[in-house]
C-alpha cells in the first residue's frame, strides 16, 4: 500500500503542477477578458434568474432544479475538509487563491452552462444529455471525438472511484463515529440504502432531494458561520492582512506545519478551490443540460452563481472560521480542523451541527455525482450501461468508509486533475461560441426591453 501511495502522490504532483495551474487559471483569465468580467457585471441578474427564470424550451427538470443538482455535487466534504486541508498545507494564504481560482471560475462555469445548452441531445429514453463530451464532439467536431471519449471516461471514474463515493463515504463515516460513535458498518450499510433508494430513481429523483436538502443545508451552514465571524469580529481585519501577506509569502507556523511557501499556497488553494466549486472540471455542464430552457446564456448566467455560492460563500466561511478560532494553528486535521473553530463559539451545539451539515453536503455531492458518472458512461457504453453503473456506485458508496483517508483523496485529486484537461481545452476552443450566444442573448433581451417601453 505504501508503494501504491508513493506512486499515486507522484501521480497527482504532476498532474497538478504548473500547468494545470496555469490552464485552469488562464482559462478563467481567457474567458473573463472576452466577456467583458461578466461575473462582476451580471453577477447581479444571475443570482435573480435562479428564482426568475422563465423555464421555457426543452429540457427534463426546471433550472433551479438543474442548479441545486450542481450544487449537490460541488457543496460537499470539500467545503469543510478539503478548505481545511488547503489552509493546512498552504497556510492561510491558501484562501487567498481559492477566492482567485473561484473569481475566474466564474467565468468559466458559465461558459459550461451555455455550450451544455447549445450542444445537447435527446438520448434514446427521451432525457436529455449534455456536458464537456457533448460539446467537445458536436462544437469541435469528430476529430475531436477522442478528446469527448476521453472526457467522459475520466467523468464515469471520478463518480464512482474518487469526488462523487470514496472521499464522501469516508468523511460520513468519520463525523458519524467522532461525533456520535456510530460503528462504521452501520453508516456504510445505511448509506449505501438510502443511496441506491435515492439514484435508482434518476435525474428527477435526484434532483428533488436536491432541491429540497441544498438550500436547508446551505443556510444553515451560513447562519452558524456568520456567528463565528461575528464573535470574532474585532480580529477580521488583521486576518485578512493575514491571509494576503500569506499568500503571497507563505506561513511558517510551530504546531501545524513548517515554511508553507508561495507556491504550496498557490498549488493547495487551487486544487483544493476546483475540488470544491468544480469550475473547469466539466461536471456542472451535464446536469445543466437537463435544465428547462431556450437560450444557453441563461443558463450559463444560472450556472455561474453555482461558483460564487459554493466558494465566495461556503468555503468563506469555513476558511474564515478556521483562521479566526486559531484552529489551523494546532495539531487537528480535516474536519476535526473545522469542528474545533467551531466549538470555540458553540461548545455544546458545533460539534453536532458541523457533523449534520458535514454529512448532508457529503450526502448531496454523493447524489450529483452520482448521475454525472451514468451521464459519462452512458454517452460511452449507451443507455443499456446505465443500471449497472448505478447498482456498481451504490457499492463502491458502502465500501468507501473502509479505505485510508489519504487513499481516496489522492484519487479524486487525480480524477479531478484527469477529467479536467479535455474540458479546457474544449473551453478554449469554443470560446467563440460562448461570446457569440452570450451576445445574442444580451441583445435579445436589450430588444425585450425596447418593445415593452
Known amino acids: 500500500m505504501e508503494q501504491l501511495m508513493n506512486w499515486l502522490d507522484t501521480l497527482n504532483n504532476a498532474i497538478w503542477g504548473l500547468p494545470m495551474i496555469v490552464l485552469l487559471m488562464g482559462t478563467g483569465l481567457l474567458l473573463t477578458v472576452r466577456l467583458n468580467v461578466l461575473q462582476i457585471t451580471k453577477l447581479p441578474m444571475a443570482l435573480k434568474l435562479i428564482f426568475t427564470a422563465p423555464n421555457e424550451g426543452e429540457g427534463d427538470v426546471s433550472s433551479f432544479k438543474s442548479l441545486c443538482t450542481a450544487l449537490a455535487a460541488t457543496i460537499g466534504t470539500g467545503n469543510i475538509v478539503g478548505v481545511a486541508t488547503a489552509i493546512a498545507a498552504g497556510g492561510p494564504g491558501a484562501l487567498f487563491w481559492m477566492w482567485v481560482a473561484a473569481f475566474l471560475g466564474i467565468a468559466t462555469k458559465y461558459a459550461e452552462g451555455l455550450l451544455s445548452i447549445k450542444f445537447r441531445v435527446v438520448d434514446p429514453r427521451g432525457e436529455m444529455s449534455g456536458g464537456p463530451m457533448r460539446y467537445i464532439e458536436m462544437g469541435m467536431g469528430d476529430k475531436w471525438l477522442w478528446l469527448a471519449k476521453l472526457f467522459a471516461f475520466f467523468g464515469a ?42 439514484v435508482l430513481g434518476g435525474l428527477r429523483s435526484i434532483a428533488s432531494v436536491a432541491a429540497a436538502v441544498v438550500p436547508f443545508m446551505s443556510v444553515v451552514y451560513f447562519i452558524f458561520g456568520l456567528g463565528i465571524m461575528l464573535m470574532h469580529w474585532t480580529q477580521i481585519p488583521a486576518v485578512f492582512d493575514l491571509i494576503i501577506h500569506s499568500a503571497f509569502n507563505g506561513h511558517a507556523v510551530a504546531g501545524g506545519f513548517g515554511g508553507a511557501l508561495f507556491a504550496s499556497a498557490i498549488r493547495s488553494g487551487v486544487a483544493r478551490g476546483i475540488f470544491s466549486n468544480e469550475a473547469g472540471l466539466g461536471s456542472a455542464p451535464i ?18 452563481t ?40 458553540y461548545p455544546l451545539s458545533g460539534t453536532y451541527v458541523m457533523t449534520v451539515c458535514l454529512v448532508l453536503f457529503a450526502f448531496t455531492t454523493i ?21 449497472p453503473y448505478r447498482i456498481a456506485y451504490v457499492i ?9 483517508l489519504s487513499f481516496v483523496w489522492t484519487l479524486a485529486d487525480i480524477t479531478n486533475g484527469l477529467m479536467a484537461f479535455p474540458n479546457l481545452v474544449a473551453l478554449v476552443g469554443l470560446s467563440g461560441v460562448v461570446v457569440a450566444e452570450t451576445k445574442l442573448y444580451f441583445a435579445h433581451l436589450a430588444a425585450m426591453k425596447e418593445r415593452d417601453k
Open 157 to 198: 471514474a471520478a463518480g464512482i472511484m474518487g469526488i462523487g463515493t470514496t472521499t464522501q463515504a469516508n468523511s460520513i463515516k468519520d463525523a458519524m463515529q467522532g461525533s456520535f460513535g456510530v460503528d462504521p458498518v452501520w453508516t456504510s450499510g445505511i448509506l449505501a440504502l438510502i443511496v441506491a433508494m435515492v
Open 396 to 404: 463502491v458508496v458502502g465500501i468507501g468508509p473502509f479505505l485510508p
Open 287 to 304: 446536469a445543466s443540460a437537463a435544465a428547462t430552457t431556450k437560450w444557453p446564456a441563461e443558463q450559463g448566467l444560472i450556472s455561474m
Open 367 to 387: 447524489l450529483g455525482w452520482a448521475y454525472y458518472g451514468e451521464r459519462c458512461i452512458s454517452y460511452l457504453l449507451g443507455t443499456k450501461a446505465t443500471l
Open 306 to 345: 453555482g461558483t460564487f455560492l459554493d466558494t465566495m460563500a461556503v468555503c468563506s466561511i469555513t476558511g474564515l472560521s478556521i483562521i479566526l478560532s486559531g484552529a489551523w494553528t494546532g495539531e487537528a486535521k480535516g474536519a476535526l480542523m473545522t469542528q474545533l473553530a467551531w466549538s470555540t463559539v
